[in-house]
């Protein structure tokens, strides 16, 4: 299996160094020696709030924020890490817009690092549509490793793909 297929965008001496390392088994410890397995966001409750912790410390004047759950229909190793929604609804002569944040289930078992990683990722959306340099300037500021969790976090992602798990 290619490490490529999630390292598309990345320099080509970074995909083969990874290959490399998914060949010679080492992708595993590589990243077990970076980052502890599991965390305590097991629940919606406590993601929501996760998320609002964040987003109030770094985006206080954003808008608010009405769902952040896990989701079971996520598929990460075809689609999508997270997602975020902007529901408009008309109520009597009021438009009532309604915000949620959908984080991949997967994350549930991953390193908060990489929660935390999606967590931004998808708050940052509340300001910046499109994945522009603004954006990733604005990740960079609620995350300042956010390019290395990123970078780590594909590269978990393949070894998941590649191993069906993770050892540790």
């Known amino acids: 299996m290619s490490a490529r297929r999630f390292l598309n965008g990345y320099p080509v001496h970074l995909q083969e160094q990874a290959e490399s390392l998914l060949q010679q088994n080492k992708l595993d410890e590589y990243l077990s020696k970076r980052y502890r397995p599991g965390h305590e966001i097991r629940q919606a409750k406590a993601l929501y709030g996760y998320a609002m912790d964040i987003k109030q410390t770094c985006l206080r004047q954003s808008p608010a924020l009405s769902k952040v759950i896990y989701d079971d229909k996520i598929d990460v190793i075809h689609n999508a890490l997270g997602l975020h929604t902007q529901i408009a609804r008309v ?23 990489f929660l935390k990683m999606i967590v931004v990722h998808e708050l940052a959306h509340l300001r910046e549509k499109d994945h522009n340099k603004a954006f990733y300037k604005l990740c960079c500021h609620m995350e300042p490793d956010y390019h290395q969790l990123e970078l780590d976090l594909r590269l978990y992602l393949t070894l998941l793909d590649h191993q069906g798990h993770v050892n540790w």
């Open 91 to 113: 109520q009597g002569n009021k438009l009532k817009s309604k915000r949620e944040i959908r984080v991949a289930s997967l994350f549930r078992d991953a390193p908060e690092p």
